[in-house]
């Protein structure tokens, strides 16, 4: 008998990419809805829709998503939306008896001075990074909901926590996205304009590392295999370099020869984010996709989805 996933947030770059990822296997059944049928942050929709469906498994990709920007300026709706999808969800997905559940967070999670590589214990050692304290707090009251449910009623319920995502499907918006896809957007539109120089916000110092999103569903199909998970673990790749790195790297596949510029009056956020990954590695985990390779093959998509009007 196949077994029903329900993938909530499966319009968005993760639920995309977990679909791309299970289209061929026949032992599942992949169940989705479109927010206008299912809003999650609606609590008696939630119960409903739990009850009605009765999933086995539940991958939690839904979540209010952007970049430091879009963090900065909406703390509210970043913390509403997240919590309440996150709690009707888990609760809901436990009263229907969905026994297994998958929880996908951000390492925005760990403290701003984290010791590197960011090691899942230093969860809640000391203060979050202020330009996403907001998506952070709901994404640790996520991970924390599955650690007591599985504690207190024996569910497995565990949880993910991607470093900073990219890939085919992500959001291109000029002043909400993250950066690889703004940078994307920026650098290809010089490039075509024959443009003399592009901005890059901040100082150009801070480190970041950057995780495929095919790489992400390979970890979450991993993980959903596992017996007895860990409560939350790290998926990255272990590597990081500094933005105006990234940003060389973003001209070079799009083929802009000029001047790159960086905006200091633009926040840097976090100084350093690198994670350590021996955990996920431990249980037979690792990435594929090299950084060059995948920011190549993001700029083709990003071209072919712009050229047929997919990007708004
Ligand atoms: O991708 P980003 O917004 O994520 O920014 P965070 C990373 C770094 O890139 C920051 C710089 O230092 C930005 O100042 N940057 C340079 C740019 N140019 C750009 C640009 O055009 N757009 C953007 N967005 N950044 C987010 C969190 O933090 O990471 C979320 O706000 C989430 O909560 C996500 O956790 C993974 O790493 O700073």
Redesign the pocket.
């Known amino acids: 008998m196949s077994q029903k996933i329900f993938v909530a947030g499966h319009r968005g770059m993760v639920g995309s990419a977990i679909l791309r990822r299970f289209a061929e296997r026949d032992d599942l059944q992949m169940i989705t809805r479109p927010r206008s049928e299912l809003d999650l942050c609606d609590q008696a929709a939630a119960g409903e829709f739990f009850k009605a469906e009765r999933p086995d498994a539940v991958i939690f990709a839904a979540a209010k ?5 879009a ?1 900065a300026t909406y703390p509210a709706d970043f913390a509403y939306d997240n919590v309440m999808m996150a709690a009707n969800a888990i609760h809901a997905a436990y009263e229907s008896g969905v026994h297994r559940f998958l929880f996908l967070g ?3 999670i760990y403290p701003r001075m984290a010791p590197q590589p960011i090691e899942e214990d230093s969860l809640l050692t000391s203060p979050l990074e202020q ?2 304290e907001a ?2 707090l709901a994404k640790i009251m996520g991970l924390k909901l599955c650690q007591y449910y599985r504690q207190q009623h024996g569910v497995l319920f565990h949880s993910a926590m991607p470093t ?1 995502l990219y890939g085919p499907g992500d959001n291109y918006h000029p002043d909400n ?3 690889i896809p ?2 994307i957007r ?1 650098f290809d539109a010089a490039a075509k304009e024959n443009a003399e120089s592009v901005t ?3 100082s150009g110092k ?1 480190r ?1 590392e950057f995780l495929h999103v095919d790489d992400l569903a390979a970890a979450i199909d991993h993980l959903l295999q596992l017996s007895d998970p860990p409560d939350w673990v790290n998926v990255g790749t272990g590597v990081d370099l500094t ?1 105006a790195e990234l940003a060389q790297k973003i001209a070079q596949a799009t083929g802009f020869e000029g001047e790159i510029v960086q905006d200091a009056s ?5 100084p350093v ?1 690198c994670t350590d990954i021996s955990r996920i590695r431990d249980t037979g985990w690792q990435p594929m996709i090299e950084l060059n390779e995948g920011i190549t093959q993001t700029v083709a998509d990003y071209r072919e989805r712009s050229q047929s009007g997919a990007v708004r």
């Open positions: 998503v952007g970049g430091i920007h963090n951000s390492t925005c330009t996403n998506y952070a900073n996205s993250h950066v703004g940078l920026r890059v916000w901040g801070p970041r933005i633009k926040p840097d956020g976090t984010k």
